[in-house]
């Protein structure tokens, strides 16, 4: 279901040919382990450190996660009404949620076992994001969606972005935000500097939709259909420079980047798979059959669709390995059967 303009969501159709098509394979070298297998359905995994979060509608839409470290699995958010879109940095989640009259952002910090108000104002509040020290989202209170965020630390709200036009599907890392304006009538991509006050454009006006940014250091990545079909591209603040990353004529979906790491999905073979692409040795890799990915770096996890959908994950190989840049095609072509996942246990 796509809601509001900062929506991640992928259409129906989708997930309809993921899970008919999708046999919960991975690549031989990545690690690949169950983290969620519990019946219903699991989405939207991201990946922070030792905790995942994910949306899980198995006994209504509510908010769960894991830490990877005891392998536990418990309930981040379970009240009423639905809570979606969850994002984590460090040991805060956030998600939005609509227990109230409006759909508002909370967040949960797993450290305190404490849940956080972020924004419970009038008017909608999507999408939210965190890097664990400021919280940026999709904001309806001015009737038109603008950009917001919250400093963690210091309890406090600030606008980005509250121009004439639409903006939203914001990231966030460090000193660098991130979102989709459309006040130009096409969307483009611009950024802000906390550190600095100062907005700026990525992308030139280019009549293409852009959608799922995300930022790591000085790189942004996101989904380009400039060729006419999705694909992956990056921008890199520093320089200036903008590059392709993925642009396969498959059907790619849900990029994600950590470091010099970055991940999608495509169907490039006819099956909704895992790529990893490292920017620093240009070597693509297969991951694991699957979609949704999400990376911190050392980890990668993504809805499994072998029986159900449920969150799987794999340890990233080091850097310096020969299997990031040879593991991909030959893993394509002997899949091997993975073990049987875990359920949920208490925290």
């Not at 006050?197 to 992308?203: A, D, L, R, S, Y």
């Not at 200036?240 to 396969?248: D, K, Y």
């Not at 999608?264 to 790529?275: E, F, L, M, P, Q």
């Not at 920017?279 to 993504?302: C, H, K, M, N, Y």
Request: net charge negative; glycine share 12%.
């Amino acid at each position: 279901m796509k809601k509001g303009i900062g929506s991640r969501k992928w259409l129906g159709g989708v997930f309809l040919l993921a899970l008919v098509l999708g046999s919960g394979q991975a690549a031989q070298g990545f690690t690949r382990f169950p983290i969620c297998t519990a019946p219903g359905s699991q989405v939207a995994p991201e990946v922070s450190g030792k905790y995942v979060v994910w949306r899980d509608d198995s006994y209504g839409e509510d908010i769960w996660g894991s830490n990877l470290s005891t392998g536990a699995v418990f309930p981040v958010c379970t009240a009423g009404g639905f809570q979606d879109n969850p994002s984590i940095g460090g040991t805060i989640a956030v998600w939005d949620d609509d227990r109230g009259p409006d759909r508002n952002i909370y967040g949960y910090d797993m450290a305190r076992g404490v849940e956080l108000p972020i924004c419970v104002k009038s008017g909608r509040q999507e999408m939210p994001v965190t890097d664990g020290n400021v919280v940026v989202w999709a904001d309806y209170r001015n009737s038109n969606w603008d950009v917001y965020a919250y400093d963690l630390a210091g309890h406090s709200e600030f606008p980005v972005c509250t121009k004439s036009g639409d903006q939203g599907r914001p990231a966030v890392d460090g000193n660098l935000i991130a979102w989709v304006d459309y006040s130009s009538g096409v969307s483009q991509i611009r950024g802000y500097r906390l550190d600095t006050h100062t907005e700026f454009p990525i992308t030139s006006v280019v009549a293409s939709q852009k959608e799922d940014l995300h930022i790591s250091g000085n790189n942004v990545v996101w989904l380009d259909d400039r060729l006419g079909y999705p694909a992956v591209y990056g921008y890199n603040v520093a320089t200036g420079t903008e590059f392709p990353i993925c642009t396969n004529p498959g059907t790619v979906h849900s990029p994600d980047i950590s470091g010099n790491l970055v991940v999608w999905s495509d169907a490039r073979d006819g099956i909704y798979s895992v790529y990893a692409f490292n920017l620093s040795t240009r070597a693509e890799s297969f991951v694991s059959t699957g979609g949704q990915p999400a990376t911190d770096g050392s980890t990668i996890v993504w809805n499994d669709w072998g029986n159900q959908f449920d969150i799987y994950g794999a340890a990233v190989p080091e850097p310096g390995s020969a299997l990031l840049v040879l593991l991909g095609l030959a893993a394509l072509r002997k899949r091997r059967k993975q073990p049987s996942g875990t359920s949920r246990s208490s925290k």
